[in-house]
């Protein structure tokens, strides 16, 4: 008598766990699928060639605008949309941001409700999440999985100018070629990322939905850039000496490598070699932290920073000017 291979016996609990994990996929894809499109943009190549390229976006409000990647749209700006339920609507782009890359594209027809934003900051390692998107016009493509890392960090970059984009989420839900730009949204369907980036097989990265995304994405809206200030200086952590470690309470500060000629860091006074320990007042251990003192409303207005100067803590007053915006 042959002898068979039967499945494995599951108890009840391990049964029920994945009943329970299955229907919280199966709700999140059923919110967010309708609401993420495909997005088909032409770009401009040499000698005036187009090439088709593609993406996902979210409708985040009633009125038809859509969230995605600056990556998917490039400098194109319109191109179409299309939906789950086969509708498709031609879309303009209202702004994009390269340096944050996000950008915001508005439906010429019809859209479906929005989807639900959530908070990114309220994320924990290990935690369910669902990647939804609408890769090459595969509507409903869902993979899940979980939160593998926090506070991971992309570089992003237009012209000369590159930045760093803080906080990006890291999950192990698998992304395919044309989800950037999808949702990335947690067990009760709300949205706490825009998935950008394939990072290596198993690893996904996402732009996190939090204040500072929703300060951009509000700039976007309102003006279709987003205008940041600019220091002109570079740097890289480095520990202070013991005995200021003790009296600031700060182990680390911001060594600066360059001060870029006639920029504010360097009418200010900060000299290359200066280790740099607060803006504001408050600790600088990296250049994330003062990059992120370098949006719209630092232009202008006066920055006081402490640095220390050999045996000696130096303050200064800068002025951060506009970053001049590159094609």
Do not use: W
Not at 124 to 131: E, T, W
């Amino acid at each position: 008598m042959a002898e068979t291979v039967s499945e494995p016996d599951r108890s009840r609990g391990e049964q029920a766990a994945l009943d329970t994990y299955s229907q919280v996929v199966v709700s999140v894809a059923a919110e967010l699928t309708p609401k993420v499109a495909a997005l088909n943009v032409a770009h401009r190549r040499y000698r005036g060639r187009f090439v088709m390229g593609t993406g996902s976006a979210v409708v985040f409000t009633d009125d038809g605008f859509l969230l995605t990647n600056a990556h998917v749209v490039g400098h194109s700006d319109a191109g179409t949309a299309s939906f789950a339920d086969g509708t498709t609507t031609p879309f303009h782009v209202i702004g994009a941001d390269p340096l944050s890359d996000l950008a915001v594209v508005r439906a010429d027809g019809p859209t479906p409700p929005p989807a639900r934003l959530g908070e990114a900051n309220a994320l924990r390692v290990g935690q369910l999440v669902v990647a939804v998107g609408n890769p090459l016009g595969l509507a409903g493509s869902v993979t899940a999985g979980v939160v593998s890392a926090l506070g991971r960090s992309l570089p992003a970059s237009t012209g000369s100018a590159t930045r760093v984009i803080d906080d990006v989420v890291q999950t192990d839900a698998a992304l395919y070629p044309g989800s950037s730009g999808g949702a990335l949204a947690t067990a009760d369907g709300r949205v706490v990322g825009i998935n950008t980036a394939i990072a290596e097989i198993g690893l996904g990265l996402a732009i996190p939905v939090n204040d500072t995304s929703r300060r951009i994405v509000a700039a976007l809206l309102a003006d279709g850039r987003v205008r940041r200030a600019y220091l002109g200086l570079a740097g890289t952590p480095a520990p202070l000496p013991p005995p200021l470690q003790a009296r600031l309470d700060q182990r680390t500060g911001l060594r600066i490598i360059e001060v870029v000629p006639a920029s504010p860091a360097a009418r200010a006074g900060l000299r290359t070699g200066d280790l740099l320990l607060t803006a504001h007042d408050e600790p600088v251990s990296s250049a994330q932290t003062l990059q992120r003192l370098m949006l719209e409303d630092a232009i202008g207005q006066p920055l006081p920073l402490t640095a220390l100067r050999g045996d000696a803590l130096v303050d200064v007053i800068a002025i951060p000017a506009e970053l001049a915006a590159e094609d």
